[in-house]
């Protein structure tokens, strides 16, 4: 299950909350599920690990996909990639991190 892996953080008792869904539009209702926001006008903090590697004298590829389902005018997803020492339980907008990207609307 998702949420074995993935840890929201409670930093903030106002988070939004994540589902499990292939949301609107999709080709296939099982195969096309992901982790979709469920609050409108919400901040959101999730996290997973990964075990440990190295890309010395390689390239790094981070990829990810969004599907925006709502008609908004202001907002964003973003992508961070945090220290193996990240309190996931407590991460936050300030939380220090290696590498960002995303996008805002």
């Given at each position: ?68 389902e709502q008609n908004i005018d202001c907002g964003g997803g973003y992508v961070k990639l945090f220290p193996s020492s990240l309190n ?18």
């Amino acid at each position: 299950a998702w949420t074995q892996r993935w840890v929201e953080s409670k930093h903030k008792s106002d988070y939004g909350r994540f589902i499990l869904t292939s949301g609107k539009f999709y080709g296939d209702a099982e195969k096309d599920k992901g982790i979709q926001t469920s609050q409108d006008a919400r901040f959101y903090a999730i996290s997973s690990r990964f075990e440990p590697f190295s890309n010395r004298d390689k390239p790094l590829v981070v990829q990810f996909s969004v599907k925006h389902e709502q008609n908004i005018d202001c907002g964003g997803g973003y992508v961070k990639l945090f220290p193996s020492s990240l309190n996931q339980e407590d991460m936050h907008g300030d939380s220090e991190y290696n590498i960002m990207f995303g996008e805002s609307l």
